[in-house]
């Protein structure tokens, strides 16, 4: 069963979360995709810089961000992956709330690699990288956020678990992804969607850009769709969740049934 899927790419007002999750809600509501992604910390915007900042902004998932979600889920049977500053207990998530139109299956993704200031105002995420099998959609969807992609090992825990489509809502602020989220999606055949915000950030003086380029890959490496690097847009996709599950690419070569792991690292 195909399935089309949409990555937003636009510019959060930092710290106005109304603005931010009705502006989202409303390009929700308009989309007639099966997946819409979401860019990273997409309803209060990146640069926080102190604990006390995140712990202001951060909510719940009973809070208004993941609970709109879920309604908007529900109402119009969408699967939705996107970016938030999540409270739970005494710590403070950088997380995507992966939604599905049936409750039972939502969660949270919480980042588990910590970019740069971030390991001052957020805790190291808890859930490791989990893979969700949606029946009704055909669909095993796997969830990482932005630095993750520097370690190959999140893609390869996602694929190996099963995964068919890796989503990364990201707030990224360098193009070199561009190199390596290609492989990821060949070396582990599957399908791999970047939704990145666009614009600037400045804090006590530091000026944070973000580069957009937004990106859709197949499970060849091959890039399906881009965004420009300033502009709001959504870019889409037709995908096959299915086409990814047999890692066979010869009569004799499986990529799964030929890794050696004895003879790899083992931490
Ligand atoms: C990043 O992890 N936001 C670069």
């Known amino acids: ?99 599905f139109p ?24 808890d859930t490791g990288f989990e893979v969700i099998e949606y029946e009704e959609k055909d669909l095993r969807l796997g969830t990482m956020i932005c630095y993750d992609w520097r370690f190959p090992e999140a893609a390869r825990t996602l694929a190996l678990k099963g995964a068919d489509l890796i989503v990364s809502p990201s707030n990224l602020v360098t193009d070199v992804w561009h190199i390596s989220t290609p492989s990821r999606a060949l070396e582990n055949k599957v399908y791999f969607a970047v939704a990145n915000r666009i614009g600037t950030e400045t804090r006590d003086e530091e000026k944070l850009y973000f580069n957009g380029m937004s990106a859709i890959y197949s499970y060849n490496g091959k890039q399906i769709s881009k ?27 499986d990529i799964f049934s030929d890794r050696q792991p004895d003879l790899y690292w083992q931490d």
């Open 1 to 99: 069963m195909d399935m089309k899927i949409d990555v937003v790419q636009f510019c959060p007002k930092l710290f106005d979360k109304e603005a931010n999750l009705e502006k989202i809600n409303d390009i929700i509501t308009s989309s007639d995709a099966d997946l819409i992604v979401l860019p990273e910390l997409s309803t209060t915007g990146y640069f926080f810089t102190s604990r006390e900042e995140t712990e202001k902004y951060a909510e719940p998932i009973s809070g208004d961000t993941y609970s709109s979600w879920q309604k908007i889920a529900e109402e119009k049977n969408i699967i939705i992956v996107g970016g938030f500053a999540e409270k739970a207990e005494d710590k403070v998530f950088n997380s995507a709330a992966v939604i």
């Open 102 to 125: 049936d409750k039972e299956f939502s969660s949270v993704y919480r980042k588990t690699h910590l970019f740069y200031k971030e390991r001052f105002c957020f805790d190291r995420g």
């Open 227 to 253: 965004a420009g690097e300033k502009s709001e847009e959504i870019i889409s996709a037709e995908i096959d969740p299915k086409a990814t599950r047999n890692k066979s690419f010869n009569e004799f070569n």
